[in-house]
């Protein structure tokens, strides 16, 4: 439901994705098991109404998202409004690397080497 209620948004212009030059209109979010990763191009009106988009989902389904639980990863420019996107979205920030489903996840580029 989370993912139809976003790619409407998106369709709107409500909320953008990261990466449109690889996928078109962007990435905004991926889903797997009980977790939830969103993308969020760096406008701080958008994160605004994504924040809205999750309340919204909450009243939807009857589900709680556990803020508390949730972390922020910044990227380039964004990095400054660190504070800002804290205070909206109310979770902490998040520390790279980092492992997710065993995968090993940086900023920086992987390389083959073993």
């Not at 949730?70 to 980092?98: H, P, V, W």
Request: hydrophobic share 45%; with cysteine.
């Amino acid at each position: 439901m989370l993912a139809i209620i976003i790619k409407r948004a998106k369709a709107d212009d409500q909320v953008g994705g990261v990466v449109p030059h690889l996928v078109d209109g962007g990435i905004s979010i991926l889903q797997y098991a009980d977790d939830t990763i969103l993308f969020l191009e760096h406008n701080l009106e958008k994160a605004q109404n994504m924040k809205l988009l999750l309340y919204a989902f909450e009243q939807l389904s009857g589900l709680k998202i556990n803020f508390h639980k949730t972390e922020i990863f910044y990227f380039g420019e964004a990095k400054e409004f660190e504070d800002q996107y804290m205070r909206l979205f109310g979770c902490n920030t998040g520390a790279f690397s980092m492992r997710y489903l065993d995968i090993s996840i940086h900023y920086k580029k992987l390389s083959n080497a073993g």
